[in-house]
């Protein structure tokens, strides 16, 4: 059975760093584009980082670039996601997300895995 399962998440001030974690179960994170979304309250959900199956390229959204890192251990089966400079619009529920697709898209509906989230609240 396939599963993801985030952890890392919690309360941080502004300028602060977190390193979030998904663990995958059931698969390698070799074989699947992983991503990580996250969702604010009354926001829709968006993608943040992404890591392809076809070569391993890396895509960040804009409002991230230069702060956020993905990185994946396929040896762990884990895929992070290191948080720096962080600001208050980065509080959210993070969600990690794997789909056999070859290239990373930032459609929800693209993803068929997902898992429950982590909370991020970024707040002085």
């Known amino acids: 059975q396939l599963q993801l399962v985030e952890s890392g998440g919690g309360l941080v001030q502004p300028g602060g760093s977190l390193r979030l974690s998904c663990l995958a179960s059931g698969f390698s994170v070799s074989d699947y584009t992983i991503s990580w979304f996250r969702q604010a309250p009354g926001e829709e959900r968006e993608g943040v980082a992404c890591?392809?199956?076809?070569?391993?390229?890396?895509s960040y959204a804009d409002s991230v670039k230069g702060r956020f890192t993905i990185s994946k251990n396929t040896a762990k089966g884990t895929v992070d996601l290191q948080m720096s400079s962080l600001k208050p619009e980065d509080t959210a529920n993070y969600y990690c997300?794997?789909?056999?697709?070859?290239?990373?898209?930032?459609?929800?509906?693209?993803?068929?895995?997902w898992g429950l989230g982590t909370q991020v609240t970024v707040s002085s």
């Open positions: 890591i392809s199956r076809a070569d391993g390229s890396i």
């Open positions: 997300t794997a789909d056999l697709r070859l290239h990373c898209s930032g459609y929800v509906s693209e993803y068929d895995y």
